[in-house]
């Protein structure tokens, strides 16, 4: 059974959602199947993110913007500290340590405001209309994780471009390009997700923006992003530890630097991530249904 998805309009209106790809392109499978139900989730889970996608070509902008922070970042305070060296990093120059956390930190800020969109969804009444629909719960959530990803891409592309100017030594393996791809998807799901279960609780934009600015400067200075783990005082060695965004920055620093290495190990990185964005996203599907209570 068919349902219409809606997309909102740049003066506030809701008209139907014009899809990209057909789902008669998909192959035929008995309904009430499994692997129909399977295909069924993941159809409605990227129309959603199809849908998500959309906006960021009517408005570009929010993109260039969210880079400006990063760059000021790299500019100013990597290129003072790289001088004066502060920090220690080893046998790796602090630019070259730096721009990882720069990565993950961009990574971070994009996708922690990403639950004021639901706020605005639900103003704009095109929550209501998801949840009258037949489209799970978790497919809503995981589209809205994915198109997050979409976005930290972006911040990648800006992130390595300032890297190769700065002088950089980055790891232009393909394998380890796709590790980053990977990393940047997962670091987005995860912290859009979270994003999206402060929308649920707090229901206002103006609880909401000041709650995601109070989380992620002590994210982001809880974490390895500036100064390795080692340097720090014991108290905040235990916090770092159980910050997810060490372990995309850990990650990141061992697969987008030219002789890189993980503290903790690519596959532990994976899978902590991976198993914070699946509790994250099945607590936000549970809470979903709350924004407009």
């Given at each position: ?7 909102a309009?740049?003066?506030g209106?809701v ?15 008995p ?5 129909y139900?399977?295909r ?13 996608v959309?906006?960021l ?8 913007t969210?880079?400006?922070?990063p760059a ?8 003072v500290?790289?001088?004066?060296r ?20 961009s ?5 922690i ?6 706020i ?25 994780a ?6 930290g891409?972006?911040?990648a592309?800006i ?30 799901a ?5 994003s ?16 995601g600015q ?21 108290w ?23 002789g890189?290495?993980s503290?903790f190990?690519?596959?532990?990185d ?8 699946i ?15």
């Amino acid at each position: 059974m068919k349902h219409q998805e809606y997309a909102a309009q740049p003066d506030g209106s809701v008209s139907p959602l014009r899809r990209s790809f057909s789902e008669a392109s998909i192959p035929f499978m008995p309904v009430g199947s499994t692997l129909y139900m399977v295909r069924q989730f993941f159809y409605k889970t990227f129309v959603i993110a199809e849908l998500e996608v959309r906006k960021l070509r009517h408005d570009p902008t929010e993109l260039l913007t969210r880079a400006l922070q990063p760059a000021l970042w790299m500019l100013i305070f990597g290129e003072v500290f790289s001088r004066i060296r502060a920090i220690p990093t080893g046998d790796v120059g602090y630019l070259d340590f730096m721009a990882p956390g720069i990565l993950a930190q961009s990574v971070l800020f994009v996708a922690i405001f990403y639950g004021i969109a639901i706020i605005w969804e639900r103003d704009l009444g095109i929550i209501h209309k998801f949840l009258v629909s037949p489209t799970p719960r978790m497919a809503l959530v995981l589209g809205k994780a994915l198109s997050a990803g979409v976005r930290g891409l972006s911040q990648a592309v800006i992130i390595y471009g300032l890297s190769l100017i700065l002088g950089v030594h980055i790891n232009w393996n393909p394998v380890a390009l796709l590790g980053i791809l990977l990393f940047v998807f997962l670091g987005s799901a995860l912290f859009s997700t979270f994003s999206l279960i402060i929308a649920c609780i707090v229901k206002t934009r103006e609880r909401f923006m000041g709650i995601g600015q109070v989380m992620t400067m002590p994210l982001f200075f809880a974490s390895n992003a500036i100064y390795p783990i080692a340097i720090m005082p014991a108290w905040l060695k235990a916090i770092a530890h159980i910050n997810p965004l060490t372990y995309e920055v850990d990650a990141l620093r061992g697969l987008m630097l030219l002789g890189g290495t993980s503290v903790f190990g690519i596959g532990f990185d994976f899978v902590v991530l991976m198993a914070g964005t699946i509790l994250l996203a099945s607590i936000g599907a549970a809470l979903y249904p709350k924004v407009v209570a």
